[in-house]
């Protein structure tokens, strides 16, 4: 699994030499933790405490299973879990013996599964015997008969039924005493192995599987988090976003175990509930999207819940308003930070503890050193200070390439090896990158360029906005107008006159939208992204109804 077309021998070599890459995997860092702090708690799910010597105990034994069941290097097991502490045993068992970790989102049903199934070869599958009403065991073995490479069904719970293999028998088995002491170190993976297969959720088309090797993971999990956020074993991480992307897996998951940091799983986000965790569990850093806060921020009264840890909350994935940083700051005391990346980079760049609020609201921040970041016009050469391009990137924690797809790795990377995101941004003199849009939202009318995210990110402050999704549809003179899909606050509306209104003197007159569409929810992906290809199919066809 491993691929010569996005890092050259001199790039390897770089990251080696640098200290970005080292001979460590990611279970290495757990086995050093568990040796030093055996008896600390490590991760709390709401169901059960664990502790560092016990996820060690859990996942050599697991590993063990595994490499019974015939699993080993480079196979790959898919874990359709929530977020709760099984699946965090079963990435470090993997780990171990040097198969493959591929988070599969829990809204992924029968034919989501049989594609992703096709694809992979996976050899098992790990779900919930059952979760939020729905039986992912029964769905499971129905694709067990139905997937030829589909070998093993494992699930969370104790009830024995077929075949199906119980991780929590599993892992109060005493599996080990079989095999003599450092019987797994005959197993263990490179640093260069792959660790974990993703799969973009795209707006267009079907997913692609994107591979990561220990070193790009250990990289997102060492130097940003201990040199910018100042990450110690002393933190108490509350992760928000779901374990099936990477801002809750590996910036969030992987990053307090490497670190020797508690993690607090909260399977189904509820904003009392998180509000509370920050409470009762003395949370120091707390990582989700924008919507999170917002609903932690209505949640929360200082009345009756005393925040004396938390220090910094984390955030990516969205514009996130300034109303919202200064309620963080102000109401909870605590930092932000927000970072840019994507499911092929983890991250790109970061805003610092010390930025001001404009830069944190407004920008995605600046690269780390030794980060490489350009923006590059459509020949791909860098743009002129202050001008838009596309966001590139060339960092020790990009991708090793699309699973099984060459051609869409080499579609994606320049010759020189920068990974093109298909953001469109501007970077001041500082460094710090304001995204302006996606490459391909851009609209084009009568020969000037309008990017969405410019105006999107204005009227998320108009307080009868919700959310915001601005589209071209076509005009015959000008080419393409623009529309404004607006989510409105409850029980409210907003006409195209107050929105233009709004936008003036903020924005050039061209740019304005010359429509508008009240909506009640966006199509999204299974990662929250908003489908524009559907909205701009959808308003296409009422026109040329009319």
Known sequence: MESSVVFSDERIAKYYKEGF?????????LDRMAGRYAEKEALYDQRRRIT??????????????FLELGIGKG??????LPNWVEAVFAYYALFKIGAVGSPIN?????????????????RAIIVPDHFRGFFYRELAEDLKLSVSTLRYVLYVG???????????????????KRYPDGYLNAFKPKSSDAAELIFTSGTTGNPKGVLHSHNALVASCTFLPQEIMRVTQDDVYLVLGAMSHQMGLVQGVFTAVTNGAKAVLLDVFDGERAVELLETERITHAIGVPTHIIEMLKAYDADKVRLHSLRRFQTAGASCPVEVIKGLREKMGCDVIVDYGMSETNYTTMTRLDDPPEIICETVGRPFPGYEVKLLDDNQSEVSQGMIGEISSRTPELFMGYFKNLRATKEIMTN???????????????GNIRIVGRKKDVIIRGGENIYPREIEDILLMHPKILDVALVGYPDARLGERSCAFIIPEPGGTVSLIEIQDFLKGK???YKLPEKVKMVDEFPLTVSGKVKKNILRRKLAEEIETK
């Open 21 to 29: 890459w080292s001979e460590k995997t990611l279970d290495d860092f």
């Open 158 to 176: 104790k009830e024995t039924i077929d075949d199906s293999l119980s991780i929590s028998e599993i892992a109060e088995s005493d599996i080990e």
């Open 106 to 122: 829990p809204h992924y049903r029968k034919l989501d599964l049989q594609y992703l199934l096709g694809i992979t070869e996976a």
């Open 75 to 80: 196979d790959i097991v898919f874990i359709q």
């Open 507 to 509: 924005i050039a007159i």
């Open 52 to 65: 560092f010597g016990e996820l060690k105990t859990i996942s050599d034994r697991l590993a063990l299973k």
């Open 416 to 430: 020189d090896g920068f990974l093109l995101s298909g953001d469109l941004g501007l970077q001041d003199d500082y």
